[in-house]
């Protein structure tokens, strides 16, 4: 029987990244997945839901055009083909999928597809034959946590509730959807949705969407959310599902609504299954993991949505290359306070580091600096101008601590701001930084000449 240098179990972004980075170092290496090569992210996440994203964003644009100078002279002529909408998503995916898997083989990698059951540490049996490894990396990920409201399991029998990978893949484009939650996954369906032309209703039990960002952040999402004819009902308590009606109570009185959809976004959970065997330290959160993804099994490593740490793909990438790193030599780690989080709204949302109440609860001499979307002549241009770029810092050094930004191209502008982190930077330093005019990215250096002294094309009082 062959023995491979490393086994990895699931092949999401962090698996068959584990597994790239393994082969490029020079270890002989197994991938096993038993759904699709790419995980939730690329087959029903993170591609597909931008991909829908991009068509509403267009389509949005569209029913704006006469404010552009252009005029369509039929409005009722421009409407969305959910077939063909539902096509291009597929072909997208599939040419993704494709992509990695011949990068899996341009690595020399073996690949079997089936589900993998740990017999232990050195051993995975698929299909009745066993794989024997040296060393072991789980990346098996999450599936929606679906909690007991009554009613709700029946209703997602039925195709009326749905997850997120329901979500992307509806016979129809619905005239109503509601949805449980106020998180990131959340807040995109709704922007999606909404910009669709569908009546959306969000049910937030706290009093603030993405309560877990920046205070100005939810502040501004929240009220543009609601501006752009997003129905958000916060305090709820949900009681019970009863087919396309949600029953739930605010301030202690019963209410409900209707809708052609119910869509469940109220968290996920780590797939623990198939490796029971290991006896491996689980919390609630997931499987715990040292600073190099290693269990409390010594060979053994989990990454991903299955440690529980950040639920991001890129995250789990990284924690991939950290692990087979790791089992290679070579002990790195990440710094969780310099991973990016975005949101692919409308305006997106990218942030990174402290907010500013957690800088303030770390001890920090905590100062801040904003400045607004509305100021920046591109913004202006295009017709974006809700948003914001906020830096919070350190006041003894302007040590660069947080940056929270609410703008069209939030989710590509954080990558500047991640690296400051990374490189432990200053205001002084991006403030100091020549931006490129006319740009977005301007915003970023007002906001550090804020901090410095005052920005220039700001009147700051």
Known sequence: MKTYDIIVLGGGPGGYVAAIKGAQ???????????????VCLNYGCIPTKTLLRTANLYKDMMQAESFGIDIPDMTAVRINWDNLMKRKEKVVKQLTSG?????????????????????????EVDGKTFRGNHLILATGSTTRIPEIPGLRESFLKG????????????????????????????????????????????????????????????TMQSHLIKEGVKIITGVQIESIDGHIVN?????????????HILVSLGRQPNLKGFENLKLDVTKNGVTVDDHMETNIKGVYAIGDLNGKYMLAHVASAEGIVAAEAIMGSKNTINYKRVPSCIYSFPEVGVVGYTEQEAIEAGYDVDTSQFPLSANGKALAHGEKTGFVKIVLDKTYGEVLGVHIVAAHATDMIA??????????????????????????????????????????????
């Open 100 to 124: 990695v898997r011949q990068l899996v083989k341009h690595n020399g990698i073996d690949y079997v597809e089936g589900f993998g059951t740990v017999i232990d540490k050195n051993n995975v």
């Open 25 to 39: 170092l020079g270890a002989e290496v197994l991938l096993i997945e038993a759904h699709k090569i790419g995980g």
């Open 416 to 461: 500047e701001a991640t690296a400051s982190l990374e490189l432990e930077a200053t205001v002084h330093d991006l403030a100091k930084t020549v931006h490129p005019h006319p740009t977005l990215s301007e915003v970023v250096m007002e906001a550090a000449h804020g901090a410095v002294d005052k920005p220039i094309h700001a009147i700051k009082k």
């Open 160 to 219: 009326i509730s749905v997850d997120s990978t329901g979500a992307i893949a509806l016979p129809k484009l619905p005239k109503a959807i509601t949805i449980l939650g106020g998180g990131v996954i959340a807040v995109e369906f709704a922007t999606l949705y909404n910009s669709l032309g569908v009546e959306v209703t969000l049910l937030q039990r706290s009093e603030k969407v993405l309560k877990f960002l920046d205070k100005d952040v939810q502040e």
């Open 248 to 260: 739930y109570k605010m301030d202690g009185e019963p209410k409900s609504i209707k809708a052609d």
